[in-house]
């Protein structure tokens, strides 16, 4: 660092510093990076490594600040703005989010970016009532960049338009790649709209095995077990849920 001659070269050595230390400690890294905004205000690549390691340590105010300082310094570079719209994302700034993933598919990014640019906007249309076009760009990012999450908002809008046959397509997919507790309990409730219980219930069986204080897949295993006759496990899974907590299923044992 002594021998840096500008401020250029010395952010350039404490970006390279920056990554070495993500390695062990994301803290000291975001200093680094931080001090390499301060010898350099001009280099967005450093502004957005902050915002970068920000939010990897969930500090996502912190991360929004930094990745609009990278792209009012780089307004066409598209990883930026795609960054920018997942952080928008995670803060429920929705409106903000959608702007800021359709500029990033303006800029020509590279498939990556465009996947994951065009994740952000299929999340932002749901969450804004927008299904139909959710379904279009999750659809794209899926075919581009597979994945949990991809397929689990595909399912979610599939499910918002009462398509179940496709909601239960996309969220045993979401399973397959990433058997997370959510992704399993949406696939069992788009079984159940699809008439499809006996599936359904071998999803719940799982569910409530690996966690017996999840009131909702007891109540939906009941309804499971009722659809199909059973009345007897089924009010036996109700009274389960009910003593959870779930006044949908004290209601369906009346």
């Known amino acids: 660092m002594p021998r840096a001659a500008n401020g250029s070269d010395r952010a350039t050595l404490l970006l390279r510093k920056a990554d070495i230390l993500a ?3 994301t ?7 931080q001090d390499a905004t301060r010898e350099d205000g001009r280099n967005a690549a450093a ?28 307004p066409d570079n598209a990883a930026y703005r795609a960054a920018l719209a997942g952080v928008r994302l995670t803060l429920n700034q929705n409106a903000e989010a959608a702007r800021d993933a359709a500029l990033a598919l303006t800029l020509r990014p590279d498939e990556a970016t465009l996947a994951r640019a065009l994740f952000v906007q299929g999340v932002a249309a749901y969450r804004q009532g ?7 760009a999750l659809t794209s990012s899926q075919t ?13 809008s599939a499910y918002a338009q009462k398509d179940y046959p496709a909601a239960a397509t996309a969220l045993s997919e979401s399973v397959k790649l990433n058997p ?18 006996a599936e359904a219930e071998a999803v ?17 295993l009941g309804l499971s077990q009722r659809a199909q006759t ?23 044992l009346k």
């Not at 581009?144 to 979610?156: E, F, I, N, V």
């Not at 799982?206 to 897949?217: C, F, M, Q, R, Y």
Request: proline residues 4%; charged residues 20%; positive net charge.
């Open 230 to 252: 059973r009345e007897t496990d089924a009010r036996a899974s109700l009274k389960t849920a009910a003593a959870l907590g779930s006044t949908r299923a004290a209601g369906a």
């Open 130 to 136: 927008q299904y139909p076009q959710a379904i279009k």
């Open 23 to 25: 390695l062990t400690d």
């Open 144 to 156: 581009r960049a597979p994945s949990a999450d991809t397929t689990l908002w595909l399912g979610l």
């Open 47 to 74: 502004f957005a490594r902050v915002g970068e390691l920000r939010a990897l340590r969930s500090d996502r105010p912190g991360a929004l600040s930094f990745y609009q300082n990278a792209v009012k310094l780089a």
């Open 204 to 220: 719940l069986r799982g569910l409530v095995s690996d966690d017996p204080k999840n009131a909702e897949a007891w109540f939906q």
């Open 180 to 197: 997370t507790p959510t992704a399993r309990l949406n696939l069992a409730s788009a079984l159940l709209a699809s008439a499809r219980y």
């Open 27 to 33: 803290r000291a890294a975001v200093f680094a990076a």
